[in-house]
């Protein structure tokens, strides 16, 4: 098993979202999950009380959990492009993601989270699950 820090939440079925996410592999400490996973699905629902659609960045170190133009913004941080970089994605991840959502025939936009929330009691104790379900990592990310 990979001993992550963070597990991102993106959309699995979203070919463009998997190819960005690609990106992660040079984060070491760094998993990822789809959406779709029941395992991401449990831990929104504990997080959130019900399964936001949208990117999510679930620090365990930082007790953080990092959502939207937040979870972009953090990951070109640790991606070591930050600046101008995190500063576009910040402030066009509304048009990226609905262009994308159009371009992959997703349907629907993310829904509108995009704040850092600190990591609750109960969301903590399935993370573990998540970087379960993370270190098998999605075909798409191989």
């Given amino acids: ?4 820090d963070a597990v991102l939440v993106y959309d699995g079925e979203c070919p463009y979202c998997s190819v960005a996410a690609r990106a992660l592999g040079k984060l070491d400490d760094v998993g990822a999950i ?4 029941e395992a991401a699905q449990e831990f929104l629902r504990a997080q959130f009380d019900e399964t936001p659609f949208a990117m999510f960045l679930v ?12 979870a972009a913004e ?14 576009l994605v910040r402030e066009n991840y509304d048009r990226i993601a609905h262009v994308v959502g159009l371009a992959s025939g997703r349907g ?6 995009h704040e850092i929330y600190p990591l609750t ?22």
Avoid: C, K
């Fill in 121 to 142: 009691e109960d969301a903590a104790e399935l993370f573990d699950e998540l970087v379960d379900a993370a270190a098998a990592r999605p075909e798409a990310l191989a």
């Fill in 59 to 70: 620090d365990r170190r930082r007790n953080r959990v990092y959502a939207g133009r937040s």
């Fill in 34 to 37: 789809s959406w779709y996973d």
């Fill in 1 to 4: 098993m990979d001993d992550y």
């Fill in 108 to 113: 629907r936009d993310p829904d509108d989270y």
């Fill in 74 to 87: 953090e990951l070109a941080d640790r991606a070591g492009t930050p600046g101008i970089v995190g500063s």
